[in-house]
């Protein structure tokens, strides 16, 4: 009997044509398989004028592709016991693929032909068109969305990458047409900067292989330049937005944060779940919502990405608390910089984190996103191998600095939406 691969050990070869290639081992047992296709193709890089095109383009690729229609896709999944889902942020898109372990070749080839040759048909794009005013609305309306949406345009200038949800404006959404998604999609789905991402027990020499049929089309002459990232803003006023109808207010804090990359990443990630991420054992649902009982909830968001990042901190209370819901935030936030966190404290959350691994690797999907995170940051092959040995070298003094420098208040922005 074989012994089972290890799912923590990706396989980053050689590019294929360049195309960059990362193939995971499913976990013991596992009966499915999972392909994605990362694109540089996020809302970082819609055009001027055209904000919204490559959420629309992602969105309107899965409907339907190569012969099948939106019906005759929807089937061959059906057929396949698969899935199609999406992911989008301001860097990226993605397509996942998902199903039984023994379809791999004809998902495979559905995922490609949804790359390579989405049908953009009319009536998918009038649906997506009526879809995304529905998200640019929610985003007026919801205080969760609409907090975030203006934290954006606080903290990032115009032209930022971040800047943006990529749900774009009404004006935008009307000059997005089918030429115009055509011509965003010939720029942007190509093998400059994309991976094909795979785990599966699929032997590897075989899996390289059949990627390389699949995505033989793709275009590998065309190069995507950096896209480029300014300055965020300085430290401004509070916003906030009376929405009508509503019972509650949202209280959102932030600013821009570290890049993956940074040499104090460890001790950032390990700073924010402290603060806000990790579930329950935060300190913001410990203080502001169990403790003191301020808020109907209260956590907190890191985003550190190739070219920069955020954080957000964040909670809902009644009208009449928001002021000091906002106050007991902020002075979360600054204790964390001010003061490092005890011995005991650090180790809870450091070892909550490390569990959270072994964990992931219990599904085929769970483990899927750790691969395709390693590819989208370009982490070394043996990167979640070695992850836990590096969260546990931090030092509570090297939290503390990390927080001053990516959890910065004096760079920050307050927003509050809702009855007030």
């Not at 950032?268 to 003191?292: D, M, S, T, Y």
């Not at 909550?352 to 085929?364: H, K, R």
Request: overall charge neutral; some cysteine.
């Amino acid at each position: 009997m074989s012994t089972p691969r290890d799912p923590l050990a990706v396989e980053v070869p050689e590019t294929i044509d360049g195309l960059r290639v990362a193939l995971q081992p499913a976990p013991a047992l596992s009966a499915s398989v999972a392909i994605t296709f990362l694109a540089s193709a996020g809302s970082g890089r819609d055009p001027p004028g055209l904000e919204g095109a490559a959420r629309f383009t992602l969105e309107s690729a899965r409907a339907a592709a190569g012969p099948w229609r939106r019906v005759e896709l929807a089937r061959r999944l059906d057929r396949l016991g698969a899935a199609i889902t999406t992911h989008f942020g301001p860097e990226s898109s993605e397509v996942t693929v998902w199903g039984p372990a023994d379809a791999w070749e004809g998902l495979l080839e559905t995922l490609a032909r949804v790359v390579l040759e989405p049908r953009f048909d009319p009536e998918d794009i009038v649906k997506v068109r009526r879809e995304m005013a529905e998200r640019q609305l929610r985003e007026r309306t919801q205080p969760d969305q609409r907090a975030e949406l203006e934290l954006f345009h606080a903290i990032f200038p115009r032209g930022h990458p971040y800047r943006e949800t990529g749900a774009g404006s009404p004006r935008s959404l009307e000059r997005l047409d089918r030429e115009r998604i055509l011509r965003f999609h010939r720029r942007h789905y190509v093998a400059s900067e994309a991976w094909v991402v795979m785990t599966s027990n699929v032997p590897s020499d075989r899996a390289r292989r059949a990627i390389a049929r699949a995505f033989r089309d793709l275009d590998r002459r065309a190069r995507l330049n950096p896209v480029p990232v300014p300055p965020p803003r300085a430290h401004g006023p509070e916003v906030r937005v009376r929405i009508s109808g509503l019972t509650d207010v949202q209280v959102k804090i932030g600013g821009p944060s570290l890049p993956r990359s940074d040499p104090e990443y460890p001790a950032l990630e390990l700073a924010h779940e402290i603060l806000g991420g990790r579930p329950v054992l935060n300190r913001l649902f410990q203080n502001v919502r169990e403790k003191h009982g301020l808020a109907y909830h209260a956590s907190g968001d890191l985003e550190s990405m190739v070219g920069g990042g955020y954080w957000t901190v964040d909670a809902g209370s009644a009208p009449k608390n928001w002021e000091r819901t906002r106050d007991a935030l902020r002075a979360e936030v600054a204790r964390l910089a001010e003061h490092a966190p005890s011995c005991p404290e650090l180790d809870l959350i450091r070892e909550s984190a490390i569990g959270e691994i072994p964990l992931s690797l219990e599904t085929t999907l769970e483990a899927h996103d750790l691969a395709v995170d390693l590819a989208y940051h370009r982490l070394p092959p043996d990167f979640w191998k070695t992850w836990p040995s590096v969260l546990r070298r931090v030092r509570p003094d090297e939290v503390r600095a990390a927080a001053q420098r990516g959890l910065d208040l004096e760079r920050s922005r307050t927003i509050v939406v809702g009855a007030i």
